[in-house]
């Protein structure tokens, strides 16, 4: 069965205080590995797509890792406004199915 | 440029009405896709569209259905609405594999 599962469910941080998100999947045909962010009462935003173990991807205090079979989402010193819920999904079948994960909540307190 | 619009943005339906959630994107997209979003869940993909008059099932098709007469819309019509399909409703489209999210439509259903 096509599964994606994200640890931890919740999470939570003071300012600058590094630490990783896990996404975790087995989904056969896998074209591609994205990660989103999602804010209390919108739709998700689309942040890194990584398609091949070993590819790494940064953008501001986020980079995103891939391996075989896992994807780490790095935050370092994090403010306050990264406090969101972090969503990981698998694309297939040439991008006709994404399979979503339940989503890491974040919370950077000050 | 609007992007990925959906409405209504929130409505109440009693056991066994119909409505059509609607959806519009103005970014010339071939890709659309509905997804819904239970409570600490992860989105599920309902039905997806890779071109006008072209539609397939997702994860969760039953108990909805979805047609494509043009390039920009892509409605979702509940027939018989049960309990079960009370949740956040949300369309997106691609280019590529990068999907744009609408804001929602969060569905009530008493």
């Known amino acids: 069965e096509d599964q994606v599962t994200q640890s931890p469910e919740a999470l939570r941080l003071q300012e600058g205080e590094s630490s990783s998100l896990n996404c975790s999947y087995t989904?056969?045909?896998?074209?591609?590995l994205f990660w989103y962010r999602q804010d209390p009462g919108k739709g998700p935003e689309f942040l890194f797509t990584?398609?091949?173990a070993g590819e790494e991807k940064e953008k501001e205090r986020l980079k995103a890792t891939l391996t075989k079979k896992e994807s780490f989402l790095h935050i370092t010193a994090p403010k306050p406004e990264d406090s969101a819920t972090y969503l990981c999904a698998v694309g297939a079948e040439n991008f006709n199915k994404f399979y979503f994960g339940s989503g890491t909540k974040l919370n950077v307190k000050p | 440029n609007a992007g990925v619009t959906q409405t209504p943005k929130f409505r109440i339906l009693k056991i066994g009405q119909s409505m059509t959630l609607q959806c519009t994107q103005d970014m010339n997209h071939n890709y659309m896709y509905w997804y819904r979003q239970d409570p600490g869940m992860g989105l599920k993909l309902i039905y997806y569209?890779?071109?006008?008059?072209?539609?397939d099932k997702g994860e969760v098709p039953n108990g909805y259905n979805v047609s494509r007469s043009t390039t920009e819309d892509f409605p979702l019509r509940l027939e018989l609405a049960a309990p079960s399909q009370t949740s956040v409703y949300f369309c997106?489209?691609?280019?590529?594999?990068?999907?744009?999210f609408g804001p929602g439509t969060r569905l009530l259903v008493l």
């Open positions: 569209s890779v071109g006008a008059g072209i539609t």
């Open positions: 997106a489209s691609s280019y590529k594999e990068t999907q744009y």
């Open positions: 990584l398609y091949s």
């Open positions: 989904v056969s045909g896998l074209r591609g």
